[in-house]
């Protein structure tokens, strides 16, 4: 018998009802967790380098965004916000293309997980990676570069919402079309440090949404706000 096997052997007699209150905590096999670390290790350099990069990228451009909302630095000193747009936008897809590489690295310094190791399970990848890019490439064709890369910040408005596909299929495309990538790539290249990372890359991109969001929401109301007074 297995750790997971024993493990769930002896949870399984517990008096449901108690809840955790019954449980053993001197019976448990923490072998099973010792199992799941084997394959990661937290304090690989390679591993933490592109935490780093995945946590940095969205604080970069929302901290750069609003700052450029609120003073036109960027802007003033680009002389144009469609230059300074533009900039900042060449500057986002580098760092995203170091983040894609640092995840890249981190997966092929750390373990392979055997279950994984199948083509089923590479053409599940192949098919999430596939998904995510036609959401990442049709949501670039219908925003347009100043609109992917915060335009808006720059006072670079859209006439209208954008509802065509994908967002008619659901909001924020891009970014769940990007963490559809990174799974994709974590499944065919069998790794769970690379299940971590994709995970982190959803709570990031969570959280960027959660401040973009309402701020961009804000700059169409004043906008409209705007006209009506006109």
């Not at 451009?61 to 936008?89: D, I, M, Q």
């Not at 490439?137 to 919402?161: N, P, Q, R, V, W």
Request: charged share 15%; with cysteine.
């Amino acid at each position: 018998m297995n750790s997971a096997s024993a493990f769930l052997q002896q949870t399984s007699q517990l008096d449901c009802c108690g809840g955790l209150n019954n449980v053993d905590y001197n019976k448990i096999d923490t072998s099973v967790m010792a199992d799941v670390f084997h394959y990661i290790d937290l304090t690989d350099a390679h591993f933490c380098v592109a935490v780093l990069a995945i946590i940095f990228n969205p604080i970069f451009w929302n901290v750069v965004a609003r700052w450029e909302h609120k003073t036109r630095g960027l802007t003033n000193f680009f002389g144009s916000a469609h230059t300074a747009c533009y900039s900042l936008g060449f500057l986002i897809i580098l760092l995203n293309v170091y983040r894609s590489h640092s995840f890249t690295e981190a997966m092929r310094k750390q373990p392979k997980l055997e279950l994984l190791e199948s083509a089923e399970a590479f053409y599940s990848g192949l098919a999430l990676l596939s998904i995510g890019s036609l959401f990442v490439f049709s949501s670039y064709y219908a925003l347009g570069f100043t609109g992917t890369f915060l335009g808006d910040h720059f006072g670079i408005l859209k006439k209208e919402k954008v509802t065509g596909f994908p967002f008619n299929i659901m909001d924020n495309p891009m970014y769940w079309g990007s963490t559809a990538n990174y799974l994709g790539i974590t499944v065919m290249n069998a790794s769970p440090v690379g299940m971590v990372l994709t995970a982190l890359v959803a709570v990031t991109y969570k959280i960027a949404i959660g401040f973009e969001g309402p701020f961009t929401e804000e700059i169409y109301r004043q906008k409209t706000k705007s006209v009506k007074n006109k």
